[in-house]
């Protein structure tokens, strides 16, 4: 299956076709031998795992800051901001907000 779907790119509903059957077997092998599928794959490496928070960018670097601020009060000792997708399909609202030559590239000018 892994080498018949390099045509189509190695993405895409072959490789969740993949991904499904490799979970389906190790679930049959691990109810067989009745060992949880964790366990099969070597066991638990760590007693404990350091926990992220996950969000957006804000609009401003102050409104980034509250909402880290927001995630130290809740706990967390990390947080892990991206980016937001849709944004390189507006246009830019103020000089600061300007995107980088590559991201607007596709953009024709007159």
Known sequence: MYRGNIYGGRRGVGFHA?????????????KALGMPVWKLLGGGF????????????GP??????????????????????????WAATKPPTSPSSAKPAAASANRTTS
């Open 18 to 30: 993949i991904s499904g059957i490799d979970m389906a077997l190790w679930d049959i092998k691990g």
């Open 46 to 57: 760590c007693d404990k795992i350091r926990c992220y928070a996950s969000s957006l960018w």
């Open 60 to 85: 401003t670097p102050e409104a980034t800051y509250e909402l880290a601020g927001r995630y130290r009060d809740q706990g967390f000792t990390a947080v892990k901001f991206g980016w937001d997708t």
